[in-house]
């Protein structure tokens, strides 16, 4: 069982950065892929970032490739979304969640943390 508690989200002006935080409680945190995903009003939820359990792979969608980087530190119990020029239309809630392997789909993850807002203006 893994619980997960996102933060770090808040208003940003365009071109600026956040970093995200989701810290995570269970004892088997470092066998679990981490990913981040986001979900505007009114849209689909979407794949974000994901990060191997050994800490050896990283995917991004193609949407914010070169502006975000993962990472994890399993000593901590935590991974992070670090964000940096941001755009409006990165507005969204975001969610962490934990999974077995390295996934794209949501549905194939076990455990989510409950998200949190973040808001790019122009």
């Known amino acids: 069982q893994v619980q997960l508690v996102e933060s770090g989200g808040g208003l940003v002006q365009a071109g600026g950065s956040l970093r995200l935080s989701c810290a995570a409680s269970g004892r088997t945190f470092g066998s679990y892929a981490m990913g981040w995903f986001r979900q505007a009003p009114g849209k689909a939820r979407e794949f974000v970032a994901v990060y191997s359990w050994n800490g050896v792979s990283t995917r991004y969608a193609d949407s914010v490739k070169g502006r975000f980087t993962i990472s994890r530190d399993n000593a901590k119990n935590t991974a992070y979304l670090q964000m940096n020029s941001l755009k409006p239309e990165d507005t969204a809630v975001y969610y962490c969640?934990?999974?077995?392997?390295?996934?794209?789909?949501?549905?194939?993850?076990?455990?989510w943390g409950q998200g949190t807002q973040v808001t790019v203006s122009s």
């Open positions: 969640a934990a999974a077995p392997k390295m996934q794209y789909a949501d549905l194939r993850y076990d455990y």
